[in-house]
Structures are given as C-alpha cells and as structure tokens.
C-alpha cells in the first residue's frame, strides 16, 4: 500500500499505518469469529417477513463463506445453486400435488371439500394470525362476546376469519375447544354410502295407538342398510364416544344465562317481533341473535336497534370460519344446532325466531326441572318411530319392556317382540320433541350436545333418517334427546301435551301455532299426579294422555284429586304465516274469505288458555315495526313502507274492536 508523500511527518504516516492496521485487524477477528451474532442482535420487518426458504439460504450462503468442511466439497455458490434447486424440485412437486387436489375438488362430494375446510380452519386456530380490518369484520358489525372487552377485527371473508371471535376475543382454552371439536367431527365422519328408505314409516300421534305396533321388527322394515354401512357407522361412533369421553369441558368458553335465537335475512322482521314480545313479558335475560353469513349482517339493526333490547348479533360463519361454515353447506336444522353449540352463554334457553313467549321465561333456568336435569326438552304430537338399527350403531343394548306409552293401560307389557319399541330398556322413551324452545346448561351436557351437532352435521346422509325413517317432523329435533341417551345423560320431558291454534274458514279450519307449557308447573303437577297414582295402587307408568276412555276418566280423578293448577302456556311457536309485517302484506295473511281473520281463533274459544290477547300483541308489535321504527331490516327498505304500515294499522284496529284485552294494544317504552 503506498502512502502519498505528502501526507505528513513520516512518525506521523507510522501512526496512522498502525491505526488503520489495528481497525482491520478488529474486523476480521469479529467477523471470523463473532458471524453469527450479529443478525441476531438486529431485528427489523424486512427480516421478519423472511420466508423459511429464504431463511435457509441465507445460511447457505453464510456457511459457505466461513466453513473449511463445506469448501472441500465445493464453492458456496455451486451448494447456493445446488440447494435452490431442490428447492424448485419441492416446489414443482408441491405444485403438482395442488393441481391434482384441485382437480379432485371438483369429482368429490360436498362433505369431502367440508373436511379439508375444516382442516384449514383448525390449522388457522393453532397459529393466529395479526388481524385484518375488512367490511365483515367483527368490530365493523359490532359483534361482540360475553368475555370479551373490545371488538375484534379479523377478515371476515378468509379462511381464518374465524380469529375474530375465536383466535383474538378468546382465550387458548377457547381455541382447543373449538379445534378439537372439529377434529372429533372430522376424525369420526362416516365413508359409506348415505341411506335409504325402503318406505316412509307411518306418523301417529302420541294419543293414538299405532296399528299395527312399532315393534322392532315392524320399525325394521323400513330403512335400507347394508352390513358394509353398518359396520362404518358403527365404527365411527363407537370412536366419536371414546373421543367425547376424553374431552374435557373448555373453562373460559361460556359463561353467564342467555336467550339464543336464529334468525337473520328474510326472518330478521320475524325475529325482532318475537324479541320485542319477549321484553313485554318482562324478561331480562340477554339475547344472543345468531345469523348464518355475514351477508345476514344488518349494520342498522345489529349496532342500533338490538342494543336497545339487550341483544346482540353474533355471526355463525365468523365464528366457525368462512371457508369451514360455506363447506358444510348447512340447511336450516342443523344451523339452530350449530348456533346453540356456538353461543357464548353457558345456561341458554333456546328459542326458535317465530316462537312468542306469552309470560316471562327468565325463570326457565332457575326452574326445578332445570335445576335437577339441567336439560328442559318440549314434547311435539308424534310417536318415535327410531330404526333399531340406531341402537346398534350407537352401541345401546335393547333389553326387556319398563314403559307403557304403547300398552293400553288395563293391559300388561306383552313379550319383548311384540312390545313397542320405545317402551323397552335402554331406548327412547315414546313421544318425539319439539325444538322450538329448550333448555340446557352445556357444562352439565356438553358430551350429549357434541354427540347431537355430529347428528346434525351428518343428518341428511345418515342419522336423520335412522331417527325418524321419513316420518312427519324429520330433522334435527330428536338428535338432543338421541345424544342424551348415547351419553346417558338426565333430563326433563315436559308432560302436558302441546296444542293447536287455528282459524276456521270456508274449507275448514287451518291450524297456525303450536302451544308449550311452562315447565316449573307441568314438573310440580305430573309429579302430583304420579304420586296419586302410585297411592292408589295404579301402575305410575300409564300413559295418561292415551286417547282412551279408561285414562280420559283417570285424568278427570286426578285434576281434582291433587287439587293444582293446570300448567299455563308458555309458549307459542308459530308456523304459518309468522308474524312478519312485509311477509304478511306480500301474502295478503290478514284476511280470509274476504274478512278479516285472528290466526290463533276466535277469542271465546281459546280465551281459557290464552287469557290475554297475545295476538293483538304481536301484531302491534308488527306495527310498530311497520310504521314507527326509526330502524328497519335492508329488505324493507326496498319496497313501500307506507303501504305496509296502513294493512297492519287496519288490522290491529280491527283486532282491537274484536279483543277482550284490548290493553295488549299497548307497548313498553324502549326508546326505539
């Protein structure tokens, strides 16, 4: 290295030499022995935003410039070029597997693409990641959690979306809950072909004796399945039970008391009816409004209109994730299901949107039925006609008559095979549920709900058809009870039978709406009724509501033996036309015959069950909704409001000249 002559004295030129030697000879012991630390110490986005693969480079690279052992077998970057095309061969291979997958998508069946969405979205679950703003997202719709403090802000429209309300607002207990929950579901998803029925098995109501008797060889006739199917489902749920058995309840999952409803889209109107009538019997109790898409999302009503009700939307696609959610391509039972398993309450009453309460149901939970089962169930008019093929897929064994509800009360239990099903050990007891309402505390029965949302999820390919055969109301009402007996599990089956209102009209008479009774007085009266029973010496296991003239004379002697109460209505379940003001005015429901019509029947005659005038209720409501809600659903806002507010004020003019309540014509103040 030459100095320039004139840069200094020479003692000067030596100083600098030795500087500049010391200064070179400090970088290369650093740099020789200190490599690896100094990336280290540093860290900024660029680096964190590395991939693996480029990672794995980088030290590639590194290793070749420092390591004698990788020089012997070849310069660094031979080994750089070398290892990026292994790469590429991963890749390439990668890439072909993907075209192949994608190709086999679109040949497999919907519940094939539904378990790799699933999988995707457990995946997601592990590792979380830093959420995104988007139009869906949870804190642009203001859907919130019990638990949570703040709103959460993930992209509604990814696979991952389901960090929102699951991966951000919740705990790690959370997200193992939700992530083993699919993966029991998943790992126990049966293979075989989906059932069939030979023919539909015969609906009789609960008070008629069927002819001929639902014995297992003639409930046996019905459904088509092969030993290859039998075997599979068998196998599968012999599995689910071990791996419900080994699940433990999620602690910081749900939490408090709560109303669930589902309803959202064309049944929002419907819905806010029933949750307006619901805050006019007095009930407190939060409500958790569970739509299925975030396309259901009412900005307006979720973020305005609800809080004023103490209710709230939750999105069921969010939750479970959009890619999961959409490909499990859900009909409407299952989603009532699956919006219960989601809600974040632990004590939920469950209500369908077109379900009125007529009194307060907030005492549902601390009832005496609830708190000894912790599972309140509604009975509907038919008679179980389960396939026997049921009880050995879920590993029951059917053992010897121990009811009566398929005997006539003055006769004995015939032998096992001529017996009715349901009245044999170890099966259903007889009389289907009706799932507009329940009650249930998941932490007491969190195995036989996990069991009834595998019923559902795989419904319409197996297990409706084993619990109902093509009977009348087939869906997802008597999975809750299959589950609890699966699981073995308490609970309390309401006893008054339910009722029908209706209108008359030139073709006859029309029945509109089921009636439920409140369960606190149905417990304290058929346990009165059972305890004069046994008293008197009468078998307590009669069947007392068996259209027979033997029970019709028994029911008289207890009424007025054990001196209670009937049990009141609680509930009334609409089934058509629900009370939606739009619906209504589209389908001209007001009226038939050419006069005005009340779809529950003439007062006079229904006045002893129903003292107050509900309908006139429920129809104000709709007014309200129709001509005094600053708030309204998207869907009413594109047609003539005007229009549909005077039809309804016609018609709640005419109910009011025509009711004996007429003070049921006027609503609470609650500031919307």
């Known amino acids: 290295m030459a100095i320039p002559g004139g840069f200094g004295s020479v003692s000067l030129r030596k100083n600098v030499l030795k500087i500049l030697l ?21 860290s900024t986005p660029e680096s964190e935003d590395k991939t693996a693969a480029e990672v794995e480079l980088e030290r590639v690279l590194n290793s070749g410039s420092t390591s004698d052992e990788n020089a012997a077998s070849g310069s660094w970057s031979d080994r750089a070029l070398s290892w990026i095309s292994s790469q590429q061969a991963v890749k390439d291979a990668e890439d072909a597997d993907n075209d192949a997958a994608r190709q086999a998508e679109a040949e497999e069946d919907p519940e094939k693409k539904l378990a790799e969405a699933q999988k995707a979205a457990a995946a997601d679950l592990d590792e979380p990641e830093a959420p995104k703003k988007s139009k869906g997202t949870a804190k642009d719709t203001g859907v919130k959690l019990s638990n949570a403090d703040k709103e959460s802000t993930s992209d509604s429209t990814s696979s991952s979306n389901s960090k929102s309300l699951v991966g951000e607002s919740k705990t790690a207990g959370d997200k193992s809950f939700f992530r083993k929950a699919v993966d029991i579901f998943l790992k126990n998803k049966p293979e075989c072909e989906k059932l069939e029925l030979n023919d539909k098995a015969p609906s009789y109501y609960y008070i008629d004796l069927p002819n001929p008797t639902f014995t297992i060889d003639f ?9 290859v199917q039998l075997k599979d489902l068998k196998a599968k749920h012999d599995q689910l039970k071990l791996d419900i058995n080994d699940f433990e309840y999620p602690r910081d999952t749900f939490s408090g008391k709560g109303v669930v409803m589902i309803g959202g889209g064309a049944f929002l109107g419907t819905a806010l009816t029933a949750i307006r009538a619901l805050r006019e019997t007095g009930s407190e109790l939060p409500l958790q409004l569970m739509l299925t898409t975030t396309d259901e999302y009412d900005e307006d009503v979720c973020e305005k209109l609800l809080p004023k009700m103490n209710a709230k939307c939750m999105i069921m696609e969010e939750i479970v994730g959009s890619e999961t959610f959409r490909g499990m391509n859900l009909q409407k039972y299952e989603l009532k299901v699956l919006g219960l398993f989601l809600s974040t309450f632990e004590e939920v009453l469950l209500l ?28 509907d008019f038919w008679r179980q006609t389960i396939s026997p093929k049921f009880y050995d897929i879920a590993g029951i064994n059917i053992g010897e008559p121990v009811r009566k509800d398929g005997v006539p009360p003055e006769e004995k239990n015939p032998a096992r095979s001529e017996s009715q099903l349901s009245d044999l050990d170890g099966t259903i007891p007889d009389s289907t549920c009706e799932a507009g309402q329940l009650a249930i505390n998941k932490k007491l029965h969190h195995k036989s709900l996990m069991a009834t949302v595998y019923y559902n999820l795989f419904g319409f390919k197996y297990y409706y058809w084993l619990l109902g055969q093509g009977a009348v109301g087939i869906g997802d009402k008597d999975t809750f009870i299959a589950g609890l007996t699966v699981f073995r599990e308490p609970y309390y089956f309401v006893k008054q039978r339910p009722l029908l209102f209706g209108y008359d009209h030139a073709g006859g008479w029309q029945d509109t709406t089921m009636v439920q009774y ?51 209505v609680q509930f009334l379940h609409i ?25 529950f029947g003439d007062r006079e005659k229904i006045k002893d069950a129903l003292p107050l005038d509900w309908e006139l209720k429920a129809s104000r409501i709709s007014q309200w909704l129709a001509c005094d809600a600053e708030i309204i659903p998207k869907d009413w806002k594109e047609v003539d409001r005007s229009e549909i507010c005077n039809r309804i004020k016609k018609h709640v003019e005419w109910l009011i000249q025509t009711s004996d309540s007429p003070e049921m014509a006027e609503l609470k103040d609650i500031g919307v």
Do not use: C
């Not at 010391?22 to 540093?42: D, E, K, M």
């Not at 949107?353 to 000894?372: C, G, H, Q, T, W």
């Open 575 to 599: 089934h058509s036309p629900k009370f939606n003001a739009l619906k209504n005015y589209q389908g001209n429901d007001y009226e038939i015959d050419g006069h005005e019509r009340r779809q």
């Open 518 to 568: 409140d369960p606190e007085q149905d417990y304290e009266y058929y346990t009165a009724a059972r305890d004069y029973l046994m008293q008197k010496g009468i078998d307590s296991r009669v069947n007392l509501f068996l259209n027979w003239e033997y029970t019709n004379s028994l029911r008289d002697e207890i009424h007025k033996s054990i001196q209670k109460t009937k049990p009141e």
């Open 22 to 42: 010391l200064v070179l000879l400090f970088h290369i012991i650093t740099g020789y022995f200190l490599p690896s630390r100094v990336p280290a110490q540093r």
């Open 219 to 227: 409930l046996s006739t019905f459904l088509k399945i092969d030993d």
């Open 352 to 379: 369908d949107a077109d379900n009125l309460a007529v009194k307060n149901p907030d005492y549902i939970l601390d009832s005496k039925p609830y708190k000894e089962f912790g599972y309140v169930i509604w009975p």
